[in-house]
């Protein structure tokens, strides 16, 4: 199957603090570094990195090149990626404390500036037997997603962040890969209960949409998959985490691949688990992710 991954790209810049600056604040950081990242290209490169055939569309600024090359280094197709000469690249700004863990600024950039044009081109020669991966990090997702439905494409969905104006998409995504917080805001957005517990909650997602498969991400208590009446849990691989900034966007790419390349959800979990695990102990967004042998070596499979 092949992958199109139709989402953001950003330049990172990553500054290494003692804690998470707070309002009215001035904090001095330790070092600044500059990463490639944006969700859709950590997500194009854990896709590729895991084993499928993929391809890239999205849109930089001049300044975002050297993203390109990010991508071409990963195996990944970036013909369908537009240069614009009148707007900057998308960009992050990342506080990253020594735990590891990180609060992002984001500027959409060029990743809003996405076209029905644009979409139709992309899309011209897609059909069954290929799938889209999409996040909320770029403009006109609605079009996307049902240009997408009406050629047959496999449509998965990361709702992050998570908006009011994505529940329409809802019902076109036939995977749902979602923390936490993003399912409360999602069950609240329909008008639903919202549990606390965990396996209630992945059970709620279950019941508000049965056609839809559902990976509910628990961070260091490790993931829930639900599909109809199907709970399957995972727990997640236990290391020293030097920076989580991609660990959701491996784990979603490798997820995918694993499902989309054939595998039962058990061992996509799996694979996906040790893949997320693996990239924690290492700083960077796409950087971090690490490569389909390196994790078949840890899972010993």
């Given at each position: 199957?092949?992958?199109?991954?139709?989402?953001?790209?950003?330049?990172?810049?990553?500054?290494?603090?003692?804690?998470?600056?707070?309002?009215?604040?001035?904090?001095?950081?330790?070092?600044?570094?500059?990463?490639?990242?944006?969700?859709?290209?950590?997500?194009?490169v854990a896709l590729a990195r895991a084993g499928l055939e993929v391809r890239h569309a999205g849109a930089v600024g001049r300044d975002g090149l050297f993203l390109l090359e990010e991508l071409r280094a990963a195996g990944v197709d970036t013909g369908h990626v537009e240069v614009l000469e009148d707007v900057p690249t998308g960009h992050a700004v990342i506080q990253r404390?020594?735990?590891?863990?990180?609060?992002?600024?984001?500027?959409?950039?060029?990743?809003?500036?996405?076209?029905?044009?644009?979409?139709?081109?992309?899309?011209?020669?897609?059909?069954?037997?290929?799938?889209?991966?999409?996040?909320?990090?770029?403009?006109?997702?609605?079009?996307?997603?049902?240009?997408?439905?009406?050629?047959?494409?496999?449509?998965a969905l990361n709702p992050s962040p998570m908006e009011e104006g994505l529940l329409p998409l809802l019902p076109l995504a036939d995977y749902l890969l979602l923390n936490e917080v993003e399912a409360a805001q999602l069950l609240a957005g329909l008008g639903r209960p919202v549990p606390e517990a965990e396996e209630p909650l992945a059970a709620a997602l279950a019941e508000a949409l049965p056609s839809t498969a559902v990976l509910l991400t628990l961070g260091s208590r490790g993931?829930?998959?639900?599909?109809?009446?199907?709970?399957?849990?995972?727990?997640?691989?236990?290391?020293?985490?030097?920076?989580?900034?991609?660990?959701?966007?491996?784990?979603?790419?490798?997820?995918?691949?694993?499902?989309?390349?054939?595998?039962?959800?058990?061992?996509?979990?799996?694979?996906?688990?040790t893949a997320a695990a693996i990239a924690v102990t290492r700083p960077g967004a796409a950087p971090s992710i690490p490569s389909r042998q390196e994790v078949l070596a840890e899972m010993k499979d």
């Open positions: 199957m092949r992958a199109l991954c139709f989402g953001s790209l950003n330049i990172d810049y990553v500054y290494q603090v003692p804690h998470f600056v707070a309002g009215g604040e001035t904090l001095a950081a330790g070092s600044l570094s500059r990463f490639s990242g944006g969700k859709g290209l950590n997500q194009s404390t020594p735990s590891g863990e990180n609060c992002i600024l984001l500027y959409g950039g060029a990743n809003r500036r996405i076209t029905p044009a644009q979409i139709d081109r992309v899309l011209a020669d897609c059909g069954p037997g290929d799938a889209l991966i999409l996040q909320n990090e770029i403009s006109r997702l609605p079009y996307l997603a049902e240009r997408a439905r009406e050629r047959g494409m496999t449509v993931s829930l998959f639900t599909q109809g009446a199907r709970l399957l849990r995972q727990a997640a691989v236990s290391v020293r985490a030097v920076d989580t900034t991609a660990a959701g966007d491996t784990y979603t790419g490798f997820f995918l691949a694993g499902v989309l390349g054939g595998r039962e959800a058990e061992w996509a979990m799996r694979y996906a688990a």
